[in-house]
């Protein structure tokens, strides 16, 4: 049974929450990471879930920005500690675009221990992904996707399933119509939503470069997907959140809506 494990819901300021990424149980049992942000608090986030390092040797990183990338540094001397103490077996492969390969590899070389560093590029792989580059693994084809980003360069993807199924994330900012041949008709889309419609003068979401729950759920409507998940929001209401969000979302969108906390698990 395929499952998305919700590790971090909230946006780069967050303090009642953890930084959006998450992990996907995939047909065979495996686990595909995406993102990991902004801190060691990653290694908490997996152990409160049924995450297992042997189960998972593949991961995407969407871009530089420090609440994505930052806790990518502490899953990698996770993994290169356990190669080295053979208690991993296989490889482990990061797939990204040049800018966050380049990053990685300079922050990994200052900050690794020697022989953590040496796995990379001996047993641990960043996959640099150019625009509509294709990979498959654990029986699932991934096509990564630019999002055009105004600000950082951020790449998204399509991940497909062996029975035609179609989940695709969006990363954390406004839909670029570049992507519609990726999300149209979607199984599942995975979009920012920093705040609610109401609360826009409040959050600025548009100053950020981000979307209200309203914009990503017209948007979801105008796609035609069928279920879609918002993360990537403010937590000054994390009480109220997931009932607000999703009253909200479903004026506008008459699809499935989810709102997780962290560590919430969707089955697929």
Known sequence: MRK??????????????????????LDDGSLFLTDAGGGNYILHQFEQTDFSYA????????????????????????VADLMNKGKYDGMFHVYCHDVVKNMLLTMCEMMLKKKDFAQIGSRIFLHEMQDSSVVTFDGVQLTAFDILSTKAKQFG?????ADGERLVCLGD???????????????????EAFC??????????????HSTVKEASELAETLGVKNLVLYHTEDKSIATRKADYTREAQQ?????????????VLTL
Request: charged letters at 30%; a negative charge; glycine letters at 8%.
């Open 196 to 209: 609610k419609y109401g609360d826009r003068e409040k959050f600025k979401p548009y100053e950020k470069h």
């Open 157 to 161: 993807y399509e991940l497909k399933f």
């Open 55 to 78: 189960k998972c040797h593949h991961m995407f990183v969407t871009h530089g920005h420090t609440d994505h990338i930052l806790g990518v540094i502490w899953v990698l001397r996770k």
């Open 4 to 25: 998305l494990t919700m590790l971090g819901t909230g946006n780069a300021m967050v303090t009642k929450c953890y930084n959006t990424c998450f992990f996907i149980e």
């Open 173 to 191: 900012e406004p839909y670029n119509e570049h992507d519609r041949k990726y999300a149209e008709g979607a199984d599942w889309l995975l979009a």
């Open 252 to 264: 506008y969108f008459h699809g499935k809506v989810y709102v997780p906390d962290d560590l919430d």
